[in-house]
């Protein structure tokens, strides 16, 4: 059973930096991608970053390109955004997925809740 655990959340002031992180388990094979993405209230949820679990491949959207990075750690089952120069707009519950990249079925975390104070 899939199962992704999002933690780092919390207030921060415009500017600052936070690491969110997403712990994965139960992913039987590297084929998945794994993304982030956030809602804020009152609007759809939408993509953040991707990269996929084996290989460096990753992908941004355009507001978070140049100030976001995610990263993965193999052997923690871990996939990690850190997010710098934080504006109130980044405020969000943000979610982990796991893609599987042949089926397409998609698994999500319960998700973190990020506040930027201006």
């Known amino acids: 059973q899939v199962q992704l655990v999002e933690s780092g959340g919390g207030l921060v002031q415009a500017g600052d930096s936070v690491r969110l992180s997403c712990a994965a388990s139960?992913?039987?094979?590297?084929?998945?991608?794994m993304g982030w993405f956030r809602q804020a209230p009152g609007k759809e949820r939408e993509f953040v970053a991707a990269?996929?679990?084996?290989?460096?491949?990753?992908h941004y959207a355009d507001s978070v390109r140049g100030r976001f990075t995610v990263s993965r750690d193999n052997d923690k089952g871990t996939v990690y955004l850190q997010m710098n120069n934080l504006k109130p707009e980044d405020t969000a519950v943000y979610y982990c997925r796991a893609t599987h990249r042949i089926t397409g079925r998609a698994y999500w975390g319960q998700g973190t809740q990020v506040t930027v104070s201006s």
């Open positions: 990269i996929r679990w084996s290989g460096d491949s990753t």
């Open positions: 139960g992913l039987t094979s590297s084929n998945f991608e």
